[in-house]
């Protein structure tokens, strides 16, 4: 993994999550840019995931590269730039959320084959796959679930 330091993000972190959100899902799925301005992503992290969620980020040289969002049972949101990808940052993230649950859903889209790849290869296994008549991107998503290995009695 590169050298990062992880910690817990505040309201000030807002915007730059919003741009890591913004910058990796327009990477990721080109198909769907430019559905949100950076105002509305903005007023999407103060006024919906921050207050919902626990927020950890990922910083290199104080600069966010990634961060994920999560609450009881689910993640709600995990990005990781595209240049930082594949540096086991998400990985990181993931264990933080994984560290203080039992069991975790998350919705991801069927065409997004590269998080795919990764919850799957992180234990996730499908539950569900729509046809996106429910979301507001009209992308059929799939849902995922992990469930903590039990652990042997002492």
């Known amino acids: 993994m590169a050298r990062v330091e992880l910690r817990r993000l505040g309201l000030d972190d807002m915007d730059p999550a919003a741009l890591v959100h913004r910058v990796s899902f327009d990477e990721r799925l080109p198909w769907l840019a430019g559905l949100h301005t950076q105002d509305e992503d903005r007023w999407f992290y103060r006024e919906r995931v921050f207050p919902a969620c626990t927020v950890w980020g990922a910083f290199e040289n104080d600069v966010l ?81 992990w469930v903590a290995p039990e652990k042997a009695p002492r």
Do not use: M
Not at 96 to 114: E, G, H, P, V, Y
């Open 65 to 145: 590269v990634g961060f994920i969002a999560f609450r009881e049972d689910w993640i709600d949101q995990l990005y990781v730039l595209p240049r930082a990808q594949g540096q086991g940052i998400g990985t990181a993230l993931l264990e933080i959320a994984r560290s203080q649950a039992k069991i975790l859903s998350l919705w991801t889209f069927q065409r997004n084959d590269a998080a795919r790849h990764f919850y799957e290869r992180r234990g996730f296994v499908i539950t569900k796959e729509t046809d996106g008549s429910g979301n507001e991107e009209r992308e059929p998503d799939v849902l995922y679930c």
